[in-house]
Every structure is written in structure tokens, then in C-alpha cells.
């Protein structure tokens, strides 16, 4: 086998991972984890399931790999619209526009297989630590652009809405709620309240 034949080889074999990633998260998205089955991965790309398992090894190695996929894809959709956003409002405008989109697209079962998957909720709370300098970050910006109130412990704010996340989880509100409705009454409540009256009118135009 030549070198351009190995090129050709792993480039087909790099592809075919990420749709496997792809098509595998759509499909956790929409079934639930449980319910994927990895033949219904298999039969929708018309390939094996040997060969997902050759690359992937198991269903949780998959689970897990699709999960870092797919919030990677995110977070440079958001980078690429947060760049045509002129402050802060706007990117919370795109943030709450995303986060809806995202629960509209999945299944309630989703959430509570979760619960299954330590190394997923690991890996999901590292990206929440990973975060908060960036949030530290569009604080300020928020407060010098004059949408938030510079008179708010925002480090004991954040604790509470992390515990207002994790109450939501512990419960599975979400099998009672929508998670469109959840977030939205969330966001409506910390967010606004950290808001100055230029930024409650401001969020109140798409709330």
C-alpha cells in the first residue's frame, strides 16, 4: 500500500467517524440513550455495526466521544454568531435561541439516561468550570455596556441558579415541565434580576 492510498484510507476513516459521532448524537437526542441502539446507528449510515464498534469500542465510548463532538460543534456555532452580536443582549438573545432549539430537538429520556454515565456528567461539569472565566467575562462587559447592575454578588448568583440546574436535574422536572419552559422561566428569573432597567427593557423585548 502506498502513501497516497494510506492518506486516502484515514481521511475516509476520520470522516466516517465524525458522521458515526454525528448520527449517533441525533440519535441520542431524539430516542434517548437507552433506546439508541447501535444497529440503528449502523443501518441509518448503511454501514456494520462491527465497524462503528471497531472504531468506538462501546456504547459509552460513543455516548461519551459524540457528547465532546457535539458541544465542540457548538461552541463554535455560538463563536461564529456571538462575532455579528454588538453586546451582550444580543448574545444572550443567541444563547436563549440555541438552548431552545437544542431542547426542542430532545427527548425528555435523554436527560435522565444521563444519570447512567459518570464519565458523561464529568466531562459535562468540567465544560461548566471551563466556562466561568468566560462568564466573568460578559459579566463585566455587561456592566460597563450598562445592561447589568454593577451592585450583584455575582459568584453567590451563580451558585444559586447552578442550584436551581441541579434541583431541576435531581427531580426530573423535566419529564413535568418542558425543558423550553424551564429555561426560559430561568433565564427570565436570574437573568432579569441581575439586570439594569435599560437591560429588563431590553430582555423583555424577546422574553
Not at 492518506?7 to 465524525?18: H, N, P, Q, S, V
Amino acid at each position: 500500500m502506498n502513501m497516497q492510498e494510506t492518506k486516502t484510507i484515514t481521511a475516509y476513516r476520520r470522516g466516517l467517524r465524525t458522521k458515526i459521532l454525528t448520527t449517533a448524537m441525533a440519535g441520542f437526542l431524539r430516542c434517548g440513550i437507552r433506546a439508541l441502539k447501535m444497529d440503528d446507528v449502523a443501518t441509518e449510515l448503511g454501514i456494520s455495526k462491527r465497524t462503528i464498534y471497531e472504531i468506538f469500542g462501546n456504547k459509552e465510548v460513543l455516548l461519551f466521544e459524540a457528547i465532546k463532538h457535539y458541544y465542540g460543534e457548538r461552541s463554535q456555532k455560538l463563536q461564529t454568531k456571538v462575532l455579528y452580536c454588538q453586546n451582550v443582549m444580543e448574545i444572550i438573545l443567541v444563547i436563549y435561541r440555541m438552548k431552545v432549539e437544542e431542547f426542542q430537538q430532545t427527548n425528555p429520556n435523554f436527560y435522565a439516561d444521563l444519570e447512567k454515565y459518570p464519565q458523561v456528567l464529568e466531562f459535562l461539569e468540567g465544560e461548566n468550570q471551563k466556562n466561568w472565566v468566560k462568564y466573568l467575562r460578559f459579566i463585566d462587559r455587561g456592566i460597563q455596556e450598562g445592561f447589568f447592575r454593577s451592585d450583584v454578588n455575582y459568584e453567590l448568583s451563580t451558585r444559586f441558579f447552578n442550584s436551581l440546574g441541579n434541583y431541576i436535574m435531581q427531580n426530573k422536572l423535566y419529564m413535568q415541565y418542558s425543558m423550553e419552559d424551564i429555561f426560559k422561566n430561568l433565564i427570565f428569573v436570574t437573568v432579569r434580576g441581575m439586570c439594569t432597567e435599560r437591560g429588563v427593557k431590553t430582555l423583555d423585548t424577546f422574553l
